[in-house]
């Protein structure tokens, strides 16, 4: 899963998940903030699940480590590689768990532990056979060596 040079102008797979950072253009995971709760939340909430409470839009970072995953060998839905991995990673930035895509075209890199940056690539099709761009993390490493 690798990004394709000119492929930006294709939409995300569904808005406000990812963006990218003013700091440094890298993507980041976009989600919310309740104030009162001092709580984070991915995706975005518009109220606190907690207290009610109005939320705020937040990045939540870009890098993590691999807290579970697994690569799955059976036909991928919407059009992604097969086969394709998935796991939870625990975002450095904030302390949230998130499930996400993990990149599978290096699956020797993945490991529990492992620390992983965000990638945005044209992966699969929206559901209605158009391309579209997707967050997925993928081994720090691996990004090096990119």
């Known amino acids: 899963m690798r990004a394709s040079a000119g492929r930006a102008d294709l939409p995300a797979f569904a808005p406000g998940i990812f963006g990218v950072s003013g700091n440094d253009g890298l993507p980041v995971l976009l989600g919310s903030r309740c104030a009162p709760c001092d709580r984070a939340y991915f995706p975005r909430s518009s109220l606190c699940p907690n207290c009610l409470g109005e939320t705020v839009e937040q990045e939540l970072g870009s890098r993590g480590r691999i807290y579970s995953y697994t690569v799955v060998r059976t036909k991928p839905p919407l059009g992604l590689p097969a086969p394709y991995a998935v796991g939870y990673i625990d975002l450095d930035s904030c302390g949230l768990r998130v499930f996400s895509l993990l990149d599978a075209a290096r699956p020797e890199c993945l490991q529990i532990g492992v620390p992983v940056r ?29």
């Open 118 to 146: 965000l990638a945005v690539s044209p992966l699969g099709h929206d559901g209605r056979g158009n391309p579209c761009l997707r967050p997925y993390f993928t081994p720090v490493d691996a990004v090096a060596a990119t």
